[in-house]
């Protein structure tokens, strides 16, 4: 039977799982037990009931192997709290057998926990391909702090030795370059995950590339399938990523006005070649949005991408050129507050403002729970005269997932052949979904389990049996804050206790409504954290700081918005005390009007 940790005794769900009694157990209440020589044990630690904070271990005769550290971005249920990560209190309490963290892509769904979690496992060697490697270093350097990371680039197709097991590498079709699966050695078969996941094909025939890509399992033995369970629920082939770029070339060619692009800045590729389409058709490009800037610099780096010298113009330049010669690419087609579309639609961006005349491409579909803003954005958008095309409306392609869905989910399946499978990189419904297509095709119900975090399978009898323990590993709610602090609890309790331990240190700054720049050094009350009249050096520092970030915050903003200033003062500073101190005083900016 399919094994899954939920009640056996349910009348409705006839699937095995050991039973659950009150809330989720505490990482001390049932201790893992120690792996009997000749098993395989997989724990799932993050990943397979949301998307998001993926991670995955293997362990195998005193070995194991990490599988990404991904993050989760927090809700408006977690207020104070930035990210979710997963909980690695077992790979804590065993980090001498850690031998290699592979990471499959660059998303922060996968990559994200990095900072978080390798320096409390003594930072092992990480493996990945050279794209994702730069997203990591860049990233890291974000913590400073930290200690260097030690990476291995590896390519599709390279082995590699990690303790007693071998690693094999292949390549995957996903919206980011350099995406790799992962396929490990084990004396019963490989144990395989293909990672973020879809096919290169047209009307459902694989391509020759892809076809090469997964040939190494014509001939090999496949033990275990851990594999993406995103959009298992979409019946047929997804949206081929070339029929979106022919949607865009047409649009870019074709669009009169200024033409406005939003997208996520992960989705690489389509970022890429939206570059490419404006240089083809003799445009300039605004690029808007942190994020996307970043990624486009680490593209070049990469030598993903050239640019030609004037493609990129300042947005203070737009009224400079033809309306017909400008192309915006935009980060917040979700609707984000302070993301670079939102800024516009509401009329906060101090350099662009919507008009009648202008088209916008959301090339993006909707996150689950983010309906209302996107439509907020949209409503926006509209008042100021624009004309929206969103991936629902346009008879053009502008959007595709790049998760595959069930024929190419069902397609991956019959090539591998696996023995066992356990569902995983999805909500439980997902999995659940994924393992009935499974059996449909002719998996037996006892080879498959269906985990929950913290869940511990082994697979035992020289390979012949899998099931999951009783037993799990910790699998707390790990939220970070946005001073990196990875042991958030409930916001207000923890406020207290910063207060009680590491007191308060109030920043006051008198700001000019009009430029955006700082009156004069700013003024600083300290209460329970540091002796004023002994840390000169570090206010001097603090006041130089608070200016670089207001200042910096406030260019592209008009009118100012001062809860978002206050927020950034706020992070940064949090975070150069703490370097400087190793301690987290609460940080109340007070700004100004002047």
């Not at 993926?54 to 070995?63: C, H, L």
């Not at 009898?461 to 001073?483: F, P, S």
């Not at 050096?537 to 918005?561: F, Y």
Request: glycine residues 8%; charged residues 25%; aromatic residues 6%.
């Amino acid at each position: 039977m399919i094994h899954s940790p939920r009640p056996a005794h349910s009348p409705r769900n006839r699937f095995h799982r050991p039973p659950l009694t009150g809330p989720k157990r505490p990482p001390e209440s049932r201790p893992v037990p120690p792996l009997a020589p000749g098993n395989i044990r997989i724990i799932t630690l993050g990943g397979v009931e949301e998307i998001g904070k993926n991670m995955t271990a293997i362990e195998y005769e005193g070995d194991i192997i990490v599988i990404d550290a991904g993050l989760e971005f927090a809700g408006d249920e977690a207020p104070g709290v930035d990210y979710i990560i997963p909980d690695i209190s077992y790979l804590e309490a065993n980090k001498e057998k850690i031998r290699a963290v592979l990471v499959s892509h660059g998303h922060l769904d996968h990559i994200g926990g990095i900072p978080f979690v390798m320096p409390r496992i003594d930072n092992p060697i990480i493996y990945t391909r050279n794209l994702t490697s730069l997203m990591i270093k860049k990233r890291h350097e974000e913590f400073p702090h930290l200690p260097k990371l030690n990476i291995n680039i590896v390519e599709k197709a390279d082995k590699i030795r990690a303790g007693k097991l071998t690693i094999r590498f292949f390549g995957v079709t996903h919206t980011i370059p350099d995406s790799m699966g992962i396929a490990i050695e084990t004396p019963y078969g490989l144990i395989v995950t293909p990672g973020d996941y879809k096919l290169e094909q047209e009307d459902g025939i694989p391509s020759a590339r892809e076809e090469e890509n997964y040939k190494m399992f014509d001939r090999e033995k496949t033990l275990l399938l851990l594999c993406d369970s995103t959009n298992v629920e979409n019946p047929g082939f997804s949206t081929p990523e070339k029929l979106v770029h022919k949607g865009l070339d047409e649009l870019i060619k074709n669009t009169h006005g200024r033409l406005i692009i939003g997208t996520f800045a992960s989705q690489f590729e389509r970022m890429i070649k939206i570059i490419e389409l404006v240089e083809k058709y003799g445009r300039r490009l605004v690029v808007e949005g942190r994020s996307m800037k970043t990624n486009i610099d680490v593209a070049l780096t990469a030598t993903m991408l050239k640019i030609k010298k004037d493609t990129i113009i300042p947005t203070t330049d737009i009224d400079r050129y033809p309306e017909d010669k400008i192309v915006v690419l935009a980060t917040g087609a979700q609707g984000e507050e302070f993301a670079a579309l939102m800024r516009m639609a509401t009329g906060n961006h101090k350099n662009f403002k919507f008009k009648r005349g202008d088209t916008v491409i959301l090339s993006s579909s909707i996150i689950p729970g983010n309906e209302k803003t996107v439509q907020k954005l949209k409503d926006n958008i509209a008042r100021q005269g624009a004309k929206i095309i969103h991936y629902r409306t346009s008879e053009t392609y502008i959007h595709s997932s790049g998760h595959g869905n069930r024929e190419e989910i069902a397609w991956l399946h019959r090539k591998i052949k696996p023995k066992f499978f356990v569902p995983i990189h999805g909500h439980h419904y997902m999995l659940r979904v994924h393992a009935e297509l499974a059996m449909e095709l002719g998996l037996s119900e006892k080879n498959i389990v269906i985990p929950d975090n913290g869940s511990v399978i082994e697979i035992s009898d020289i390979g012949q049996k899998i099931a999951a323990l009783k037993e799990t590993a910790a699998h707390r709610v790990v939220m970070v804050d946005g001073l990196g602090n990875s042991n958030v609890e409930e916001v207000v309790i923890r406020d207290r206790q910063m207060l009680a331990q590491d007191g308060m240190f109030v920043i006051i700054a008198l700001i000019d409504v009009a430029s955006g720049k700082i009156r004069k050094s700013p003024d600083i009350i300290s209460r329970g954290f540091i002796y004023l009249k002994e840390s000169q050096d570090l206010l001097r520092q603090v006041r130089l700081l608070t200016k670089k970030k207001i200042e910096e915050s406030t260019a592209q903003m008009h009118p100012i918005n001062f809860d978002y200033v206050k927020n950034a003062v706020r992070d940064e500073i949090g975070r150069y005390l703490y370097q400087k101190t190793h301690k987290r005083p609460i940080v109340l900016p007070v700004l100004i009007e002047v």
